[in-house]
C-alpha cells in the first residue's frame, strides 16, 4: 500500500490499522518515498525494558540537607 504523507496525516488510524492486519505502508512527499510503516512481529519487542526503571542513584555532592521551607526560602524572588 503507498499512501501520501497528507493522506497519512488526515487518515493514521487506519492506516496503522492496516499495518496492524500485516500490510506494509509506504509514504511519500511530493512523489518521493520518505517513509514505511510496516506491521511489528514478536521478534521486534526487545525482551528486555527500554524506558527507566527503579531508583535512581545520584551521587552524594556533600551538600546539606534542607527542609522544603528553606528551599522556598532560598528560591523566592528568582525568576521573578
Known sequence: ???????????????LAA???????TVTKNGVAVARVVPMGDDD??????DPMGDI???D??????TDEEIEDALKGMGS
Open 1 to 15: 500500500m503507498e499512501t501520501t504523507a497528507r493522506d497519512f496525516n488526515q487518515r493514521s488510524s487506519q492506516i
Open 45 to 50: 519487542v526487545p525482551p528486555y525494558p527500554t
Open 61 to 66: 555532592l556533600g551538600l546539606p540537607d534542607l
Open 57 to 59: 542513584q545520584l551521587p
Open 19 to 25: 499495518a496492524a492486519r500485516g500490510e506494509t505502508i
